[in-house]
């Protein structure tokens, strides 16, 4: 059984760009959740998809955006990209029911310049 | 919103030596999750716990939801060198999942 894929592992952007990385759960999870990892504030919640709708928002800009299609797969937008969203972006899928697990993804290293 | 306290930040021991770190929060949880991450990687799930009281183990690794449901602990017997990484803890309870802050874990050979 196939894990959680996240692509690109790396990107670095010019801060003013928008970027989009792409996430697909393991086969069968109905929900996507995506998260930001920086040292200093370790893991914050940004959303989570379910069924193609969003069930869950962090505290975080309408800069980021998410979406999530028919075959699970989901993706998120960060757009006018500044130097404080560098980090590494990481999703977490599950069947969606709460008490069950989450598996996580390798993560997107971004790198805003 | 929720936090959740993990402690101690960061260890260091010999290899050989037993490890514990807790998590505890102010609210209550219906579900503790722990997690281990490498440098560069995405958390990997190790011990999922779904009743207060549970003692589980995988491993060399044990965890434990305690009582009061506000906190969690996770032993590690025996460290070995490739137990080294961060520790992150996880709650939830009709939210998506808290996390702490990591314990970050080096074993001295």
């Known amino acids: 059984k196939a894990g959680v894929t996240q692509t690109p592992r790396y990107l670095i952007k010019t801060r003013g760009q928008q970027v989009t990385l792409s996430c697909s759960p393991i086969?069968?999870?109905?929900?996507v959740s995506w998260y930001q990892q920086t040292p200093g504030q370790g893991l914050q919640f940004l959303f989570e998809?379910?069924?193609?709708?969003?069930?869950n928002k962090g505290n975080f800009p309408g800069r980021f955006s998410g979406r999530q299609f028919s075959n699970s797969r989901s993706e998120m937008n960060v757009s006018t990209l500044e130097l404080g969203d560098s980090a590494l972006y990481l999703c977490?899928?599950?069947?969606?029911?709460?008490?069950?697990?989450?598996?996580f993804g390798q993560g997107t290293r971004l790198t805003v310049v | 919103g929720q936090q959740l306290n993990q402690s101690p930040q960061s260890m260091f021991i010999q290899e050989g030596e037993d490890v514990s770190m807790n998590c505890t929060s102010s609210?209550?949880?219906?579900?503790w999750l722990w997690y281990k991450q490498d440098p560069g990687e995405g958390p990997v799930l190790l011990i999922a716990?779904?009743?207060?009281?549970e003692l589980t183990s995988n491993g060399r690794l044990t965890a434990q939801f305690g009582i009061t449901r506000k906190d969690s602990f996770l032993n590690i017997s025996a460290s070995i060198p490739s137990d080294v990484g961060i520790y992150f803890c996880?709650?939830?309870?009709?939210?998506?999942?808290?996390f702490g802050k990591g314990t970050r874990l080096s074993v001295i050979a």
């Open positions: 977490a899928s599950s069947n969606g029911v709460e008490g069950t697990e989450a598996f």
């Open positions: 086969s069968g999870h109905r929900s």
């Open positions: 998809y379910f069924s193609e709708t969003q069930r």
């Open positions: 609210s209550i949880f219906n579900t």
């Open positions: 716990l779904y009743k207060a009281g």
């Open positions: 996880a709650g939830q309870r009709n939210t998506p999942l808290v």
